[in-house]
């Protein structure tokens, strides 16, 4: 345990080195070492959970390597992955673990699975239930908890798969099993998750087609069995992680901050739309699409912000995003109200209950109920001084010394240790601007 103290800052101002896009390095792993022939990498996240899943990939055959300009991946080809012969660590990456578990589902050999307390305590239903029905045999603890073993088919079967919640990890773990399947595999999600995975198989070369329905929902369907290629790949900024450095300028009164290299899918973007709702000065600036993906860099400046309503429809586009919006939501003026939240309880931690916990302990004023949160905003600094369990999640974590930025007393986590697995360089970068957080001094 590492814990860190926060304290109220003056404004914050430079320019904010965005690490890589976390949910696209995992994919590049995957589809490169899914790829023939050598697929090179730049702006790869080099933080625990992905390389986590560059581990992964070298025990199951791919040669992964980094080199002076990136990453390099020398891919089996599809199908083609070899048995590993000792157990895949996933850490605490919900993603890797659900991504690499659809990869070996179609692939004749036995892979075991283990994660840190927080992992082994996540569903692992959600994918079991579908891959079963492309013919992988499971033996997990209670609940389909890991550690578990995935019997790969030997013969995977093509399906037609209705997602029951919207999840880009279920979606991307049936298509990575459908590569190795003939025929087409279908997923269908309620509402558009995020599409890097589509993106990058057309990138690859798969044939992949989007069509979108009457009610709002998306149908993807893969051609199995395709020839994969090696690509380059040039991973954006993540949102996820610029979100932190957005709020805390938003917050700091005075702050003037440049976010370079933002990656802004639209399927992601659901935080700028909200904090723009909420009188947030952030100006997208030069737009471009880089190996697919569009890029931008933001600008932010600090303004004082008003409560919001955020409908249910818009949390998938900024599903790992609540942490840092009710720090925000916690400065406003007025009542936020957040909707359809009911997967925040299911991540690194049950979020929901750690985002009222936090915000109770700094004086500010929540409800919350199965799958909502309000957030009663103090009309500026609220008043801070609270100690955070953080509980093994990395942006529970960021999200409370963006806090201590904006309150009127430090704010103190339990542990920055988490914070590692998404953006290692956090703490530095912050600083960096002129936040002041550190290490508690020994008592
Ligand atoms: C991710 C999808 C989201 C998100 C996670 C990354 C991905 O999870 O919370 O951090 O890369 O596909 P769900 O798909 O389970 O909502």
Redesign the pocket.
């Known amino acids: 345990m590492k814990p860190m103290i926060s304290r109220p800052t003056g404004p914050l101002a430079g320019v904010f080195a965005v690490p890589g896009d976390?949910?696209i390095s995992?994919r590049a792993l995957i589809l490169g070492a899914s790829a023939v022939g050598e697929t090179a990498i730049r702006g790869l996240l080099e933080a625990e959970d992905v390389l986590a899943t560059a581990e992964a990939m070298r025990r199951l055959g791919a040669e992964v390597s980094r080199s002076g300009e990136g990453w390099r991946i020398f891919g089996r080809g599809v199908g083609g992955l070899a048995e590993p012969d000792s157990v895949l660590d996933m850490g605490n990456s919900?993603?890797g673990a659900r991504l690499v578990i659809g990869l070996v589902a179609s692939h004749p050999f036995t892979t075991f699975f283990c994660g840190d307390a927080s992992l082994s305590a996540r569903p692992m239903n959600r994918v079991i239930e579908p891959l079963r029905r492309v013919g992988a045999t499971f033996w997990s603890r209670s609940g389909g908890r890991l550690p578990l073993a995935v019997g790969g088919a030997a013969d995977p079967l093509p399906i037609v798969y209705s997602l029951p919640v919207a999840?880009?990890?279920?979606k991307?773990a049936i298509l990575f099993a459908a590569l190795n399947a003939p025929g087409r595999t279908t997923v269908i999600e309620p509402l558009p998750?995020?599409d890097?995975t589509e993106a990058m198989l057309s990138h690859f070369g798969a044939e992949v087609e989007t069509e979108t329905l009457a009610d709002g929902g998306r149908r993807i369907t893969l051609v199995g069995q395709p020839e994969l290629t090696g690509r380059e790949v040039v991973v954006p900024g993540d949102i996820s992680s610029a979100a932190f450095p957005l709020v805390a300028a938003s917050l700091v009164p005075g702050s003037r901050v440049t976010l370079r290299n933002v990656g802004i899918n639209p399927l992601r973007t659901g935080l700028l739309e909200t904090l723009g709702d909420m009188g947030a000065r952030i100006s997208v600036t030069d737009r471009r699409v880089e190996a697919g993906e569009p890029v931008a860099d933001l600008i932010v400046e600090a303004s004082s912000l008003g409560g919001v309503e955020v409908p249910a429809g818009r949390v998938?586009a900024m599903?790992?995003e609540f942490p840092v919006l009710a720090v925000a939501a916690a400065c406003a003026n007025g009542v936020t109200r957040m909707h359809g939240l009911a997967?925040l309880r299911v991540?690194e931690s049950d979020r929901l209950a750690a985002m009222a916990r936090g915000l109770t302990a700094c004086g500010v004023r929540v409800e919350t109920g199965d799958d909502w949160l309000v957030v009663h905003g103090a009309g500026g600094a609220p008043p801070g001084g609270g100690e955070v369990a953080v509980d093994m999640d990395h942006r529970i974590a960021m999200a409370f010394l963006v806090l201590g930025m904006a309150s009127r007393a430090p704010v103190r986590i339990d542990d920055a240790e988490p914070i590692a697995t998404s953006f290692p360089s956090f703490v530095a970068s912050m600083n960096g601007l002129g936040a002041r957080t550190e290490e508690p001094p020994a008592t």
Not at 167 to 170: F, I, K, Y
Request: no cysteine; hydrophobic share 15%.
């Open positions: 976390k949910s995992h919900g993603t999840s880009a990890q279920v991307s998750t995020r890097h998938p599903i790992d997967e991540k």
